[in-house]
């Protein structure tokens, strides 16, 4: 299938601080990618849909001046956690495809101190 | 009422067994079914992906779809202790956004 990387895999971080995700296709091309987050022994919660080019379309309830996404090329998604806080402490997935969005990145595991 | 519904577990069967997952949805526009395996602190990874009502095979795992009944299946034979995961049955329709259940925790015992 196809590959999608996350970097970094793990962050710790102090609060206040702003932590920047990185989420790549490695051999597609992806107009579009999501962003999820996932606590413990929890299902995946979609945030945002990533549209390359344009502005990103978030859920209902997911603070857009908070979690900054850039979606720059048809490669790579960043998803910016602005002034973490403890309580933004999750692990954040992303996950793109040549069509549906099927593949998952490995994650990206955010401890806020 | 929860868009997909996903029994949590835990599930406990002994290495060998055939194992029976379970997710029922509500949203008739749903078009294609997924089941993921995520074992812990990592990304899920997609195991079957199906379209429409019936069942698809690959390997160990069998992928069932009941559009009707709104109830998706996946069965693995000859179950061994690296299956123990959770897995996490998605869905979707014409938007590409996936709805994902809750994932059941499996554990294969040796």
């Known amino acids: 299938g196809a590959v999608v990387s996350q970097h970094p895999s793990r962050v710790i971080c102090k609060s206040g601080t702003s932590v920047k995700i990185e989420c790549r296709s490695l051999?597609?091309?992806?107009?579009?990618m999501f962003w999820y987050r996932q606590f413990p022994k929890q299902s995946l919660m979609l945030m945002a849909t990533?549209?390359?080019?344009?502005?990103?379309?978030?859920e209902q309830g997911v603070e857009k001046d908070k979690f900054l996404i850039n979606h720059a090329s048809l490669t790579l998604s960043t998803l910016t956690v602005t002034s973490a806080h403890p309580e933004d402490s999750s692990f954040y997935i992303c996950?793109?495809?040549?069509?549906?969005?099927?593949?998952f990145g490995p994650g990206t595991r955010l401890t806020v101190l | 009422q929860k868009e997909v519904e996903q029994d949590p577990g835990p599930l406990s069967v002994p290495e060998g067994a055939i194992v029976s997952l379970n997710c029922t949805y509500s949203?008739?526009?749903?078009?294609?079914f997924m089941w993921y395996r995520q074992y812990s602190r990592k990304g899920p990874e997609l195991l079957m992906y199906t379209y429409s009502s019936g069942n698809k095979e690959d390997g160990r795992f069998t992928a069932q779809v009941d559009k009707s009944s709104k109830y998706i299946s996946l069965f693995i034979r000859d179950s061994q202790p690296s299956d123990s995961a959770t897995y996490l049955c998605?869905?979707?329709?014409?938007?590409?956004?996936?709805?994902f259940g809750q994932g059941t925790r499996l554990t294969i015992n040796p």
């Open positions: 990533s549209n390359e080019g344009s502005k990103a379309t978030y």
């Open positions: 051999d597609f091309q992806a107009t579009t």
């Open positions: 949203n008739s526009a749903f078009q294609y």
């Open positions: 996950s793109a495809s040549p069509d549906w969005g099927k593949f």
């Open positions: 998605a869905m979707g329709g014409g938007a590409q956004k996936l709805v």
